[in-house]
């Protein structure tokens, strides 16, 4: 192999890797605590049944996340900067109060799964607090850091280690019904609903 091509080949398995960190990070955003909460709810109340819900919604996350990011990259603006531009202002507002509304929502649902986990493992405390308190330390901490996205990708990567291992683990303890997964991945209304 020449030289040249051998480099290319080095710089290409580092594009990769150094992508793998924006990757995690954007994971993480699109699937937190509450989408584990709202999975994990789906499963223990129709067991597999709806898991084709629940690849098509990741399906569907993924490929809006994708889609801004691309166009974004490719406009340099961002999607209400771009409808703003070539719609109007107003349109380009209700769009943005939309997204903020979504986020915020998603953000609920997060600290909803938080302090379901704070209450399963210490029942003795008040999880509202302890809730806002961690937003208003997560507040503080992106708003003071400095270098915060090197610290933001580590804390993904082992945050995303520890997932899957996690997730592993389950999968070992649960036992699962390889055919009730076939049969939950297609699409069908669950007896009862």
């Known amino acids: 192999m020449a030289e040249s091509q051998m480099h290319e080949s080095q710089q290409g398995q580092r594009a990769w890797w150094s992508c793998l960190g924006p990757a995690l990070i954007m994971a993480c955003m699109v699937f937190g605590p509450g989408s584990m909460l709202v999975s994990a709810n789906v499963g223990a109340t129709h067991k597999c049944e709806l898991l084709w819900l629940l690849v098509l919604t990741g399906l569907l996350m993924a490929t809006f996340v994708s889609m801004a990011a691309r166009i974004s990259v490719v406009a340099q603006a961002t999607p209400c900067t771009l ?87 389950n999968l070992i303890a649960a036992r699962p019904n390889v055919a009730g997964i076939i049969r939950g991945l297609i699409p069908h209304r669950p007896a009862g609903m």
């Open 83 to 169: 409808l703003a531009r070539h719609l109007n202002r107003p349109i380009a507002m209700m769009v943005g109060l939309m997204l903020f509304a979504i986020c915020a929502t998603f953000q609920f649902a997060n600290n909803l799964a938080f302090a379901a986990a704070v209450r399963a493992l210490i029942p003795q405390l008040d999880a509202q607090w302890i809730v806002l308190g961690l937003n208003l330390l997560v507040m503080l901490f992106l708003f003071k850091a400095q270098h915060i996205y090197r610290i933001l990708e580590r804390s993904m990567k082992i945050m995303v280690v520890l997932i899957l291992i996690c997730f592993v683990a």
